[in-house]
């Protein structure tokens, strides 16, 4: 079975302005990829208009888009809407589902917030506190209910938050706990997968392991702008469907970021970063 090129970028931020902004990008991505995985934040306040936008930015791509939510994508109060014009224009949009792809397998969440490690957010005393765990608990068995599904021996995770702290270092170490929830790594070294793409830390690190060594991507544009200013701001991994082994040498580690020496696209501007607590 041939290899299947998996192309993730995630923040793209589509205003009502963007029209044309992604063409660059996504020509480029149908040359190279099998498949796009769009990581949350796909537009600056989640309004029909800018869904609108986005819609038909991505219409240009004759390749299965596999898509989360991020929190910007809520702002407005219209995801559910949001969703519905993304699925009719074909993207595959995940909230603890899976979709299988030429043999591998994908589960999304948008994820949540929380921190990580012995500072993650514990679900003692206030009821807002509570709740605002309770969240971070919700996506994190979604992420589980999701990942359960897959059959297939590669499995590739999407989300919006980080599930891990070493994706987000390079932000204000106070914002920390807002950029993702240390409880999203637990299904996804249960379930034993083989890369994870998440976005929302536009000013965190491209690249980090999770506990049992499988690689983590912050693919947040506006990040992969800032540290790779000469390539197209997306990141490439290419899986072999049926490995010889689930850890062995399907791996495509980190260093194989492809694209390298490819030019910048031409409209470089107006992803749309936000300030950094609001990534
Ligand atoms: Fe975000
Ligand atoms: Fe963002």
């Given at each position: 079975?041939?290899?299947?090129?998996?192309?993730?970028?995630?923040?793209?931020?589509?205003?009502?302005?963007?029209?044309?902004?992604?063409?660059?990008?996504?020509?480029?991505?149908?040359?190279?990829?099998?498949?796009?995985?769009?990581?949350?934040?796909?537009?600056?306040?989640?309004?029909?208009?800018e869904?609108?936008?986005?819609v038909?930015?991505?219409?240009?791509?004759?390749?299965?888009?596999?898509?989360?939510?991020?929190?910007?994508?809520?702002?407005?109060g219209h995801?559910?809407?949001?969703?519905?014009?993304?699925?009719?224009?074909?993207?595959?949009?995940?909230?603890?589902?899976?979709h299988e792809?030429?043999?591998?397998?994908?589960?999304?969440?948008?994820?949540?917030?929380?921190?990580?490690?012995?500072?993650?957010?514990?679900?003692?005393?206030?009821?807002?506190?509570?709740s605002?765990v309770?969240?971070?608990?919700?996506e994190?068995?979604?992420?589980?209910?999701?990942?359960?599904?897959?059959?297939?021996?590669?499995?590739?995770?999407?989300?919006?938050?980080?599930?891990?702290?070493?994706t987000?270092?390079g932000?204000?170490?106070?914002?920390?706990?807002?950029?993702?929830c240390?409880?999203?790594?637990?299904?996804?070294?249960?379930?034993?997968?083989?890369a994870?793409?998440?976005?929302?830390?536009?000013?965190?690190?491209?690249?980090?392991?999770?506990?049992?060594?499988?690689?983590?991507?912050n693919?947040?544009?506006?990040?992969?702008?800032?540290r790779?200013?000469?390539?197209?701001?997306?990141?490439?991994?290419?899986?072999?469907?049926?490995?010889?082994s689930?850890?062995?040498?399907?791996?495509?580690?980190p260093?194989r970021?492809?694209?390298?020496?490819?030019?910048?696209?031409?409209?470089?501007?107006?992803?749309?970063?936000?300030?950094?607590?609001?990534?």
């Amino acid at each position: 079975m041939p290899t299947v090129r998996i192309a993730a970028v995630g923040d793209v931020h589509v205003s009502k302005t963007s029209q044309g902004v992604l063409a660059p990008i996504l020509a480029h991505v149908a040359d190279h990829a099998d498949v796009l995985l769009l990581c949350g934040d796909l537009t600056d306040y989640g309004s029909p208009e800018e869904g609108k936008v986005l819609v038909k930015e991505l219409g240009s791509l004759r390749l299965p888009i596999i898509a989360v939510l991020g929190n910007h994508d809520y702002e407005a109060g219209h995801p559910t809407e949001l969703v519905a014009q993304l699925r009719d224009a074909g993207v595959v949009v995940l909230d603890g589902e899976s979709h299988e792809v030429q043999g591998i397998g994908f589960a999304g969440i948008k994820g949540f917030a929380g921190g990580f490690g012995r500072s993650t957010l514990g679900s003692w005393g206030e009821p807002g506190i509570k709740s605002f765990v309770k969240e971070a608990v919700d996506e994190t068995l979604k992420l589980e209910t999701a990942l359960a599904r897959l059959r297939t021996p590669q499995k590739v995770a999407l989300l919006h938050y980080a599930p891990i702290r070493a994706t987000v270092e390079g932000e204000p170490l106070e914002i920390f706990p807002w950029l993702g929830c240390g409880r999203h790594e637990e299904p996804l070294l249960r379930y034993n997968v083989t890369a994870v793409f998440h976005g929302h830390a536009h000013n965190g690190s491209p690249e980090g392991k999770l506990s049992n060594g499988a690689p983590c991507y912050n693919v947040a544009m506006p990040l992969l702008r800032k540290r790779y200013p000469e390539q197209v701001p997306v990141r490439f991994l290419e899986l072999d469907p049926e490995p010889k082994s689930e850890h062995g040498p399907s791996y495509e580690g980190p260093e194989r970021r492809r694209g390298a020496g490819d030019p910048a696209p031409a409209a470089a501007n107006g992803a749309g970063a936000g300030p950094a607590v609001r990534a």
